[in-house]
């Protein structure tokens, strides 16, 4: 029974009895987080699946999500075979993948909702904080996925020794016990000591409930008849947890030193398997019996297949316990007797001198952790490798390989302290070009996180004149995307130039890469209206690298090639998908929103961009988090929805600061002027454009697109001359890049501004070219302002014609203050327009998962097709459904068609 924890359990129970998802349970050692997995454990009906961290074991890929899943990994065989794959590969037991850790956290998903068909699953994670973070990086990618499947993650962690961030997923902390709670628990555990003890007992042990139950056990025979003397742990040491580990030393001394032995060889091995135990304990002079002693003392408990210990704090009390040759004692016998990556691992550590054989080892360990897409891993063992070279070349090149690796895996602070351990020894050793080209390159990524991207931009430089011709174009290509989107700064301009310089110009794709930094470099010396020659089509780029496809690609905004782009951006998504690269998505997704809501298609945009966030959340990215609320917030001024934008701009602005960075906020702003142009707040359009354009971000080329929408807010405020050199610089780019959407846009700004004689030609004109690429919003608005100038002509059945179907696109847009502007001027016309239940309107009460996954439905993908791409279970695809069909009043998937829901 667990004394006052009423309400503890009762969520635990909510929990159970739900429809699945996670719980993170937190507290001191000793506050009874293990008891409530125990809990768990007896109340559910259903398959129980346990691991506990290990400290010794937090550097080795998957570890733990191996020995989790190890019962059950027969199921594997019904998953998508990628994710089989990519799982099988991670834990060592498939051909590796070199697949991304969230592609192994989808599959690790979908192995735990397979398993759940047959009855209710429960996962006990217990000393999460000492998970590898391989592991703790999928099973919190899977647990945050759990929606209505009868599946429950139960997490356990202490507050202090390692971290378990948890990742968003709801918490449990557990306080200490009230004093008649402690009191019971006393009661029921040493129910034979006098009153007198047991009330100091529960004034020492401060409502830890471990503690309860194992200082008595350190009493002596005076204090147990009675004796009313200070207790032998009142003084010293001072926290309760220090009581507790003192009484299981304490303990682990008198045992005999076989015993102790045995006891330190299953602390430091995580998996406690007798086969691998007895082979160690030979070495050791010890035998399996011999842990006989420690079950005794209710330190252990012993299996026909393994150890387990007790509490996880018997562990650490025996690595105290025991001193320093026999802890090299036990690592030397169980690298005998455990596989290749263990091996490295307890060989590293007696290793205390440069040992070529050791660090090779670990270098191999490195390689195939590579393999398994263990970022974490790959580090920690370089850079163990690193500190065991004998060649100051050699811990140069594996300190580089364990920063990169380390910023791969999100680790940003470790990644510099490995960058500075390079720095110190690169002085005085004669490296490789390449060697010094990834070390400034990581030193360059590492300043993009850390929000300076002009460090960044000099650091690429750097590097690229020292890579090889393809390394240099990826280099270079990132450098004059971050020198254009970084905020104004002194040395922007020659940061940009320079960087055009060091690109090599010609055919192909450094003759793109080269036009590219050639219009980064033109816009920011002023250049409103950049029309690029480009000598290479989106189609082209075949095996080219992905960071130098997704700046072309990019650039495709500037030419106003919407197509391509959308394209292009699609086909990068698709390839990340494919190849299980969930860590870039995010950044694809940015891109693939942006082509979504050029070209219209503001549905797919707003589903593509809830995804996109959810992902740049899981990976750690805050640029492209930043971005893509910026962009999020451009989608909530389109609605019309004023909070949202607000609170969206912050978020945005939280993540990507724009003091170092201008694509979220210039996106949010933008957002703004769409937002207050819909609402009729044409004076503010107007300022807010005038600043924008005159002031920090002026150089993005965003507010190239915004010029029509200061042209229509200039004509509309009654001062429509302010608008002719806008026109202008509008009328240059769009007969330049010479597409069809800027041009057809371009005919309606000038019909706003032109005499009655020519305006009607020219609208006519604008719908005539809008007809040559739909573009969905940009026509309703042609269609808005010609219905406008039809009725105030008195050309009212004409002017209906126009406003019913800019109405009825702003509708399914979900564009509500256009839809409101459309529906007051067909008033003004006499008609009467019938607000009849929309697309739009009933795609507003969908939640973004609903709307991601209906969105998809309408394709006529399968709920299993479903979930592989939203990195959801099947079941919960299900479950959306099930809720969305009532609220888009269908009860089928066929019924979903006749909605228009793809726009």
Same mark, same amino acid.
């Given at each position: 029974m667990l004394h006052g924890r009423q309400t503890?359990? !009762?969520?635990?129970? =909510?929990?159970? *009895?739900?429809?699945? @998802? %996670? +719980?993170?349970?937190?507290?001191?050692?000793?506050?009874?987080?293990?008891?409530?997995?125990?809990?768990?454990?007896r109340r559910t009906?259903?398959?129980?699946?346990?691991?506990?961290?290990?400290?010794?074991?937090?550097?080795?890929?998957?570890?733990?999500?191996?020995?989790?899943?190890?019962?059950?990994?027969?199921?594997?065989? !019904?998953?998508?075979? =990628?994710?089989? *794959?990519?799982?099988? @590969? %991670? +834990?060592?037991?498939?051909?590796a993948t070199q697949g991304d850790r969230f592609l192994v956290g989808l599959a690790t998903l979908s192995l735990l909702v397979e398993l759940s068909k047959e009855e209710p699953l429960v996962c006990l994670v217990d000393d999460a904080q000492w998970l590898d973070s391989e592991s703790a990086d999928a099973l919190v990618f899977a647990a945050r996925r759990l929606h209505a499947e009868p599946v429950v993650v139960l997490f356990a962690a202490r507050e202090d020794g390692g971290t378990f961030p948890g990742g968003g997923l709801p918490e449990l902390w557990l306080g200490k016990l009230d004093a008649d709670a402690a009191a019971q628990l006393l009661a029921e555990q040493a129910a034979d000591l006098p009153l007198a003890a047991r009330d100091q007992l529960v004034t020492e042990a401060q409502g830890n409930p471990l503690a309860l139950i194992e200082l008595p056990r350190m009493l002596g025979p005076e204090q147990r008849a009675g004796a009313f003397t200070p207790l032998a742990f009142s003084l010293a040491p001072v926290t309760v947890t220090d009581k507790v580990l003192a009484g299981f030393r304490n303990r682990i001394a008198e045992l005999p030193a076989a015993t102790r032995f045995c006891l330190l060889a299953a602390a430091l091995d995580d998996r406690g398997e007798l086969k691998a135990l007895t082979g160690a304990l030979d070495r050791l002079g010890a035998s399996v019996t011999d842990f006989a002693e420690a079950e005794r003392a209710g330190l252990v408990q012993v299996s026909t297949s393994c150890v387990v210990f007790r509490h996880p704090l018997v562990r650490t009390a025996v690595l105290l316990a025991c001193d320093i040759a026999a802890r090299m004692a036990a690592h030397r016998a169980l690298a005998e007797a455990v596989d290749d990556d263990r091996r490295a691992w307890h060989l590293a550590a007696v290793t205390l001198q440069p040992d070529e054989g050791v660090a090779g080892e670990l270098e191999s360990l490195a390689l195939r952790a590579l393999q398994r897409g263990g970022q974490a891993t790959v580090s920690a063992a370089y850079a163990r490798a690193a500190e065991l070279s004998a060649d100051p070349a050699d811990a140069v090149r594996r300190w580089t390989a364990a920063a990169g690796a380390a910023a791969e895996a999100g680790l940003s602070r470790r990644a510099a302290e490995l960058v500075a351990a390079a720095q110190r020894q690169a002085g005085s050793s004669a490296l490789d070009k390449s060697v010094l080209a990834e070390l400034t390159r990581v030193r360059a990524q590492l300043a993009f996180e850390a929000d300076r991207p002009l460090e960044a931009v000099r650091l690429l430089q750097e590097g690229a004149e020292r890579a090889d011709p393809a390394t240099m174009l990826s280099l270079l290509g990132l450098a004059g995307f971050y020198a254009w989107t970084s905020a104004p700064h002194p040395d922007q301009l020659a940061l940009a130039r320079r960087t055009e310089e060091l690109t090599p110009d010609g055919d192909g794709l450094a003759g793109a890469v080269h036009a590219i930094n050639r219009g980064f470099r033109t816009m920011l010396e002023g250049d409103t209206t950049p029309v690029p020659a480009f000598p290479i089509g989106l189609g082209e780029l075949v095996a080219v690298p992905f960071e130098v496809r997704m700046v072309i690609t990019f650039h495709a905004f500037v030419r106003a090639e919407r197509e391509e782009m959308l394209a292009g951006a699609a086909a990068l998504v698709e390839e990340c998908r494919a190849q299980g690269r969930l860590g870039r998505l995010p950044q694809a997704m940015t891109l693939l929103t942006i082509a979504q809501l050029t070209d219209g298609r503001h549905r797919s945009a707003r589903a593509t961009v809830a995804e996109g966030l959810s992902l740049a959340a899981d990976a750690g990215q805050p640029f492209w988090r930043g971005y893509l609320e910026g962009v999020q917030a451009w989608l909530y001024g389109v609605a019309g929805m004023e909070e949202e934008w607000a609170a969206c701009t912050a978020e945005a602005l939280r993540h990507a600061d724009n003091r170092s960075w201008?694509?979220?906020?210039?996106?949010?702003?933008?957002?703004?002027?769409?937002?207050?142009?819909?609402?009729?707040?044409?004076?503010?359009?107007?300022?807010?454009?005038?600043?924008?354009?005159?002031?920090?971000?002026?150089?993005?080329?965003?507010?190239?697109?915004?010029?029509?929408?200061?042209?229509e807010a200039a004509v509309r405020a009654g001062t429509p001359r302010r608008a002719d050199e806008v026109l202008r610089r509008y009328a240059a780019w769009a007969e330049g890049v010479g597409q069809p959407g800027p041009l057809a846009v371009l005919h309606r700004a000038r019909a706003l501004l032109a005499s009655d004689e020519r305006a009607e030609g020219l609208y006519e004109r604008a719908l005539a070219v809008h007809g040559q690429h739909e573009q969905p919003f940009d026509q309703a608005r042609t269609r808005l302002v010609y219905g406008e100038w039809l009725r105030r002509h008195r050309r009212r059945t004409e002017a209906r014609i126009q406003l019913e179907a800019a109405m009825e696109a702003f509708d399914r847009l979900d564009a509500a203050p256009w839809s409101a502007r459309a529906a007051a001027e067909l008033r003004a016309t006499g008609a009467s327009p019938a607000r009849r239940a929309k697309a739009g309107d009933l795609l507003a009460a969908l939640t973004p998962q609903e709307l991601q996954v209906v969105r998809l439905a309408v394709t006529g993908a399968s709920n299993r097709e479903i979930g592989a791409q939203l990195f959801l279970s099947p079941r919960t695809v299900a479950y959306h459904l099930y809720k969305a069909f009532p609220k888009l009043g269908v009860s089928s998937r066929g019924e979903l068609a006749a909605l228009g829901l793809m726009t």
């Open positions: 503890e359990l !009762a969520r635990i129970d =909510q929990l159970l *009895d739900g429809p699945g @998802g %996670a +719980l993170v349970v937190r507290g001191e050692a000793g506050i009874g987080k293990t008891a409530h997995l125990e809990y768990a454990a009906s259903g398959r129980v699946l346990r691991v506990t961290g290990v400290e010794s074991e937090a550097e080795l890929p998957f570890a733990a999500l191996h020995l989790l899943l190890r019962p059950v990994l027969d199921g594997v065989t !019904a998953l998508p075979p =990628q994710q089989a *794959d990519a799982l099988l @590969g %991670a +834990l060592g037991l498939g051909e201008l694509p979220a906020g210039t996106w949010a702003e933008y957002g703004r002027v769409i937002l207050d142009l819909g609402l009729g707040r044409h004076n503010a359009v107007l300022d807010r454009l005038d600043r924008a354009t005159e002031g920090t971000s002026r150089h993005a080329f965003i507010w190239g697109y915004a010029w029509p929408d200061y042209v």
